[in-house]
RNA sequence: GCCCCCAUCGUCUAUCGGUUAGGACAUUAGGUUUUCAUCCUAGUAAGAGGAGUUCGACUCUCCUUGGGGGUGCCA
């Protein structure tokens, strides 16, 4: 038994097609889960667009979606020269010919067989057949003396031993070319497994513009290389039974082309911003540690002197997005901090709020030990003697506390500020909304 | 035009002749008169249409419809 040999084999264009990177996922997971080789194959002969700039924005996504391959990767450019010969070799042998259909000069056109049936077996289609004669003689070198991509294509797996190949849909119909090609070289058959597309909201291929369509710009939204991933496996396969949130391990254990669907999918936003926040809560703590001070610290803020592992206790399982950690924590940080226009205009704008704020730093004052327990009490006191519901205290006080709307329970949020700290605010705010010349900082402003 | 493929809740899907057609996302309601999030509970929601095979069809066959792909110098 000779091992299994797959590839991906992408153009690079600058960017990275979440469709493309799904047929990557695919054949590294059934490298990885059958021990075979997981290869790629640069096919980088559009020397317009083949720029170095454009192969390392392509290794930068497989690697940071930890699509590692088993060999150094080959570049179809390289590879012209056998191209060329083994044309004219075709040529030689009169399965090819040379033909100037166009006007253009001379091509070179491979021969198909003009009777009979064309069949192979599909790993995911099932058996696929074509009758001969509808299917035509196609060029194989170019007017300008360029292999095109069915002959470069088959000579580089041919060279690469590939053994499966698992693609895209689009691929099927040039299926029954590269097969009678494969035969006229001499070369062993490989076996095909095509995917089926993923599409938008209206089935059409999903592109730039139905959003995000590129693995850098998921990368830039925040979202983690795992829940793409995990995302993009499920378009098309699922492990047989209920599950869906997968580790790596399990998804080389379990992955197989049998359980792999024939139907397009619909490429589904909020599921995946659903998963990313799932990959998100289970990060371990320590590793979720890491990058929230990473990005608070990018921010400009410092950590020191406040109550890191509550902050983080509160906040992780808030977090969508770990670019938005900055924005929605800021104010535990540091006491410069934007307001929400809406949360001004909701919970701060009555006559009686001032008041109100001051009266509950003052009552806070009194306390000898913040807690969320004690303050809470204070609150609910307040409220009490006043006859009111305690949201009526409570979200004015975390507006000017925080300047958000959202966020931990309020007394979470107190304890977590300080004593000091949330006095100084409330009267602080108060102060300025008594004040008609000044204005709290909105978000805008800042 | 011709050829090929596809078709279950709004979405991703399970089901491989006999099920109250299951799960997840989204959504609705409740737990929660402190928000947001999490968590828990409950709910709404599906076999495109028509023939045939069969005791019995979402499942097999055919047709229609709809969608996608391909169709000599894109990959």
Known sequence: MSEIRVRFAPSPTGNVHIGNIRAA??????????????????EDTDRERSTPEAIRTLLEAMKWLGLDYDEPEMYQSHNTARHLAVAEDL????????????????????????????????????????????????????????????LANVIDDIDQRVTHIIRGDDHVENTFKHIELFKAIGAPIPQYAHLPMIVNNQGKPYSKRDGAAFVGEFREQGYLPE?????????????????????RQEMIELFSLE????????????KLQWM??????????????????????????????????GIIEQMQVRTKFYRDIPSNCRYFFTDDYPFDPKGVS????????PALLEEVADAFAGLDTFTQVTTHDVVAGKAAS??????????????????????????EMLELIGKDRVIARLRHVAAILRDPAKQLPTLETV
């Open 25 to 42: 996922i695919f054949n590294w997971l059934y490298a990885r889960h059958t021990g075979g080789k997981f290869l790629l194959r640069v």
């Open 276 to 309: 990313n926040g799932e990959y998100i809560r289970q990060t371990p703590r320590e590793e979720f540690t890491k990058e929230f001070v990473s990005r608070v610290q990018a921010a400009g803020l410092s950590v020191g002197g406040v109550n890191l592992d």
């Open 346 to 353: 909701k919970r701060l704008q009555g006559d009686e709020v």
């Open 227 to 247: 829940a793409l991933f995990n995302f993009l496996l499920l378009l098309g396969w699922n492990p047989g039974d209920d599950r869906e949130v997968l580790t």
């Open 386 to 411: 006043k006859q009111v519901n305690m949201g009526v205290l409570i979200h004015p006080v975390r507006v000017a506390v925080s300047g958000l709307m959202e966020g931990p329970g309020l007394f």
């Open 91 to 150: 040529l030689r042998r009169g399965l090819a010919y040379k033909d100037d259909k166009g006007g253009k000069g001379e091509c070179v056109i491979f021969r198909m067989p003009k009777e009979g049936k064309l069949e192979y077996h599909d790993l995911v289609k099932g058996d696929m057949h074509k009758k001969a004669k509808d299917v035509q003689d196609f060029v194989i070198v170019r007017t300008d003396g360029t292999p095109v991509f069915h």
């Open 259 to 270: 359980k792999c669907g024939s139907s397009a999918s619909r490429f589904d936003i909020k």
